[in-house]
């Protein structure tokens, strides 16, 4: 009796340690698991943008447009990291060589010494004050905003990406988008 409990206590560790395993995946295969926000949808936000500014016509004050990222801004009840979309967007916008980005650390040191607020919301004076210690053309700035429904069986979520870029000397938006993402899950008993 007692081997048959040691036997069966075997066969249960290796069924456990069978099912846990790893491997890598590739980078652009879509991640379906839930409604959450995961790294396919800010592959498809940051696509729609890039495409769209890099079309824009906006020029430079001395040949390609200089962008300055401002924040963007975080409006939804989950934990998406904002910083993550704006780097996967000035990466791209930096490989497209249309444009000329100005260094976000450079940015927020400038913006802490002229007394900005810490969310980088600024006023028609402090934009053209802070584009000027720069040399940006344009701002570049968004926000992420989420609308959530959620029932005991049933989640849909709707994600909004919209972005603006902003003339420093005059604060004209002149170039704006939106991506929008919409996603259903449905859960079992054992969720």
């Known amino acids: 009796m007692k081997r048959a409990g040691v036997m069966l206590a075997a066969v249960l560790a290796c069924l456990v340690l069978a099912c846990a395993t790893t491997s890598y995946v590739r980078p652009d295969e879509v991640t379906e698991w839930d409604a959450d926000y995961t790294d396919t949808d800010m592959k498809m936000l940051t696509e729609k943008m890039v495409l769209s500014l890099s079309e824009a016509e906006v020029s430079g004050s001395e040949g390609k447009p200089v962008l300055a990222f401002l924040r963007i ?89 919209t972005m603006r870029l902003v003339d420093t000397r005059t604060s004209e938006i002149v170039w704006a988008e939106e991506k929008e993402i919409k996603k259903s899950s449905t859960r079992g008993w054992y969720d």
């Open 73 to 161: 801004g975080n409006r939804t009840s989950q934990h998406v990291d904002t910083e993550g979309i704006a780097d996967k967007i000035m990466v791209q916008l930096v490989k497209l060589g249309k444009f000329r980005v100005v260094d976000r650390e450079l940015l927020k040191k400038q913006a802490q010494e002229i007394a900005l607020v810490e969310s980088q919301r600024i006023d028609v004076e402090g934009a053209v004050r802070l584009g000027s210690l720069v040399g940006a053309d344009y701002f570049l700035t968004g926000d992420l905003y989420s609308i959530e429904k959620v029932s005991p069986s049933k989640e849909l979520k709707y994600y909004n990406l």
